[in-house]
């Protein structure tokens, strides 16, 4: 059941990307940024003032994305649908999640640690969103 969950989110985020909207993304150390991309936003019928929004993260070998946190109403549910990703949030352990494992991250975390652990081959994320329907900034970069 989980497993034929993942191919429909795959399947759907692939679909959606065609008509995505890019947001915008920065790297670090090495100069190789991620790919940024909204690919689905529903506002909640139930949950007055909420969305989900979709979000596909792609990294090209050694790609990363920039020590960064996300709107304060923000609850993200993350799952790596292809390759293997480096993750930090907050001071706990550097992680590595592969293809078909998730983590979430809470309103106000901090997300030092986002990269492609691999030198050769690519790595693709969903996060999906719980937030205010009003934001429009899903990722800003943290204060060194």
Do not use: C, W
Not at 59 to 71: E, F, I, L, R
């Amino acid at each position: 059941m989980i497993r034929s969950s993942l191919a429909a989110l795959s399947g759907l985020a692939a679909l959606s990307a065609l008509l995505a909207t890019p947001i915008e993304a920065e790297a670090h150390d090495t100069g190789k940024a991620s790919k940024v991309t909204v690919v689905y936003e529903h506002e909640l019928p139930n949950v007055p003032g909420k969305s989900l929004k979709g979000v596909l993260v792609e990294y090209g070998p050694g790609g990363n994305s920039a020590a960064h946190t996300h709107p304060d109403s923000a609850f993200i549910y993350t799952t790596v649908l292809e390759g293997a990703v480096r993750s930090q949030v907050n001071d706990g352990p550097v992680t590595v999640y592969r293809a078909g494992e998730s983590f979430s991250e809470y309103p106000g975390d901090r997300h030092a640690v986002s990269e492609n652990d691999s030198q050769t081959e690519p790595a693709r994320l969903l996060a999906v969103f719980v937030v205010d329907t009003s934001e429009t900034t899903l990722v800003r970069p943290m204060k060194p």
